[in-house]
């Protein structure tokens, strides 16, 4: 998803709308054969994600407007948050069933943990679909570039980072309690 951002904000620079939008298509379409050549599959994600990039693609061609375009990855957060949350709201947290469908062995405090962190998760991703939309609307598309691309990297590290100390803050104290 980095390379079509990085892409699509030199290109609309230097040759404008209509070359950024037609080379970002172009890359979502060699993305989606070049993962078919490799694996003899495409992955859900990645059909959905270029299929979003070429559509969006096409509106803001039509509309001469990029911001179609740049709500792309605000649009996939909020799909995140959704399923993030709605797994959580239905006891079926959706990091647990990936933990569980990979064969790792989950333990009731990865449990406890792993259930509020696929909330949590989806909490921060509506923030980051917030945050999103606001830089598409307002910010310049380099700007915009930079969050969607190192930004979002740099605070989900960050994110990850603080539920870590907080997992270790809570196991510590439980285990002391004992």
Do not use: C
């Amino acid at each position: 998803m980095l390379v079509p951002l990085v892409l699509f904000t030199v290109v609309e620079e230097w040759g404008g709308l209509t070359w950024a939008l037609v080379l970002s298509v172009i890359y979502a379409i060699g993305e989606v054969g070049w993962e078919l050549w490799r694996f003899r599959r495409i992955s859900k994600l990645t059909l959905f994600s270029n299929l979003m990039v070429v559509g969006l693609s096409f509106v803001s061609y039509l509309t001469q407007d990029g911001l179609w375009f740049k709500l792309q990855p605000a649009i996939l957060e909020i799909i995140f948050a959704i399923i993030l949350i709605g797994s959580y709201l239905l006891k079926k947290p959706l990091l647990i069933s990936m933990m569980k469908s990979q064969g790792h062995e989950v333990n009731e405090i990865m449990l406890q943990f792993f259930n509020g962190l696929t909330f949590r998760m989806g909490l921060f991703f509506i923030a980051q679909s917030i945050l999103a939309v606001y830089a598409s609307l307002y910010w310049s598309t380099e700007v915009w570039a930079f969050l969607k691309s190192i930004g979002l990297f740099v605070m989900m590290i960050g994110y990850m980072v603080l539920e870590v100390l907080i997992f270790k803050l809570k196991t510590t104290q439980q285990t002391q309690r004992k």
